[in-house]
Structures are given as C-alpha cells and as structure tokens.
C-alpha cells in the first residue's frame, strides 16, 4: 500500500479564509462536508493549515466540492518519479489472460494520506476546520 506525502519547502503553514459564497452555496458546501463526515473520508481538525473550498458547476447543474491547494501545492517539493506512458503499460498486457475493471469514482479519495502529513491537508469551511 502506498501512502501519499507531501514535502514542503518550508515549514509556515498556508492558512486561508474561506471564500464568500450565497447562501444556497453556504447550504451545498455544509451538506457535502456532513456527508463526508459521515463517510469518514474527512473528520474535524485543529491544524494550523486551512485551504478554501471552491464550488465548481457541473453539467448538469449540481455542485462539485473541490479545495483549492494552490498555495500548498506551490509549497510541495515535486515527486520526480516520472509517470508511466499509456503505450508502454498497454505493451506490458501482451500475452495477458485476464483482466480486471475498476471503477474508480471518487478516486481522489482512495489515495491513502501518510499519517504525519494529514494535518497539510486540512480546509477551512463555515462550520469549521476539516
């Protein structure tokens, strides 16, 4: 199992109000965060980092919940381990017998955090710090 972690350049925590939203918006971010409360994808923080929330309007007029890591990203000492190709991991299926579909909804979630990095990752909502 692989654990994610972030290396930073420096140690001064990005810390960010949250953006202005409406009132509707205020209502779909905290529904969203309660929903994820109760999946255990996120629980409650006292970090010292806080990253916003962005809405981003889908196709079909509902809300995507995204946070915005730019500053911490910009922060992030680059992985330099080069992605695979495409071609080349469809080259190592030759011969192959079997295969296997996943389905990957909510995929960013499934990426396990290193548990000494978790409190980077933190964002700020009205209701709290996550």
């Given amino acids: ?65 995204c946070i915005n890591f730019k500053k911490l990203n910009a922060l992030t000492i680059k992985n330099k381990f080069p992605m695979p190709l495409i071609e080349d991991l469809l080259d190592e299926l030759h011969g192959a017998s079997y295969f296997s579909k996943l389905d990957l909804r909510s995929s960013y979630n499934q990426v396990r955090m290193a548990e000494e990095d978790i409190y980077k990752t933190a964002f700020r909502a009205h209701s709290g710090l996550y």
């Fill in 1 to 65: 199992m692989y654990d994610h972690k972030i290396t930073l350049t420096n140690n001064i925590p990005v810390c960010l109000r949250p953006y202005k939203y409406l009132h509707n918006q205020k209502v779909e971010i905290e529904g969203q965060v309660k929903a994820l409360l109760s999946t255990g994808f996120i629980r409650e923080s006292s970090s010292c980092y806080a990253s916003p929330i962005v809405l981003v309007k889908k196709k079909d007029g509902s809300w995507r919940y």
